[in-house]
Structures are given as C-alpha cells and as structure tokens.
C-alpha cells in the first residue's frame, strides 16, 4: 500500500484541491465569462491522449467520441436549467453540483487508469479496460461539451 502512495506524483493533491475549491463554488449562484465555459470542454482532451495510448487504443478512441456525443446531449438538456440570463460578456447561471461531479469524476477516472497502469498492466491492457475508459471518460468529457453548446447558443440580452 505504502508504494502505492509513493508512486502518486505530488502535483496530485494540488490538483484534486483545486478541482474540489471550483466544483464547490459552482454550487452557488455566480456569474462568469461565457469562455470559462467554452475552455471546460479542453479537459477533455486528456482522455484523448490517453486513450489513444492504451492497448486497444483505437477503441477506446471510438468509444471516447461516442460516450461524448452522448454525454454532450446530456449536458446540452441539463444545463437549460441552470442559465439565470446571458449577456454578451457573462453567463448568469444557478448553483449546481454536475460541475464538480464531473470534474471529480475526469479526475478520478484518469487516476484510476494510472493506478491500473501501475498496479495491474495486465487489467490496463484489456479490451474492457480500454473500452470501459472511452465510454466514462468521453461521457464526462461530453457533459462540458454539452454545456458549452448550450451556453453559446442560449439567447443574449443586451446589458443594463
């Protein structure tokens, strides 16, 4: 267990502290730039270059890209009800928990497949392992995509 431990790099905690600080503080009302919610979907494209260097790559790939667009419908409905009102410079949105959960969950799968890597490479080397890594990864990664769409495409009000 001890090695375990020793073999997560230090950036880790960091990290996962500043992932938990933004997730909590998108569970209250606040108004932000329309473009932090366009960059979100760019946390997506670590699971690509990581999918891309399992195994079976090529499916994790192609599952990667489905469970997003699946994951980018889901996000695209849910978010209706959390935009209060959007100018051309901030979005005005609800408190809600999908956007910790979210990046928790990017989090925690990306740490699990490196763990796995570490612990068991047999595992990490399975079809299912890369399959199973391309449908949650791309699904989370989707629901910021989703969101995003959303957000760009949700009515502006002129300001005042």
Same mark, same amino acid.
């Given at each position: 267990? /001890? =090695?375990?431990?020793?073999?997560? @790099?230090?950036?880790?905690? @960091? ?13 209250? @009302? ?24 399992? +195994? ?15 994951? /980018? ?14 100018? =051309? ?17 990017? $989090? ?12 068991? @490479?047999?595992? %990490?080397? /399975?079809?299912? $392992?890369?399959? =199973? ?7 989370? /990664?989707?629901? $910021?995509?989703?969101? %995003?769409?959303?957000? =760009?495409?949700? +009515? ?5």
């Amino acid at each position: 267990m /001890s =090695a375990i431990v020793q073999g997560i @790099p230090l950036w880790v905690a @960091p990290l996962l502290f500043v992932l938990v600080a933004l997730g909590l503080r998108a569970t209250r @009302p606040r108004t932000t730039s329309p473009l932090v919610l366009y960059a979100l979907p760019l946390l997506g494209l670590m699971g690509v270059n990581r999918a891309a260097n399992l +195994p079976h790559g090529d499916l994790a790939l192609g599952l990667l890209l489905a469970g997003c667009l699946a994951g /980018s419908l889901v996000g695209y409905a849910r978010q209706a009800r959390w935009i209060v009102g959007r100018d =051309a410079r901030r979005v005005m949105l609800r408190g809600e928990w999908m956007t910790m959960a979210t990046m928790l969950g990017l $989090f925690a799968v990306n740490f699990a497949v490196g763990m796995t890597q570490g612990a068991a @490479p047999g595992v %990490a080397a /399975s079809t299912g $392992f890369a399959a =199973a890594y391309g449908l949650v990864a791309g699904g989370l /990664s989707g629901l $910021f995509l989703g969101r %995003a769409v959303r957000v =760009a495409f949700w +009515p502006v009000q002129a300001a005042g």
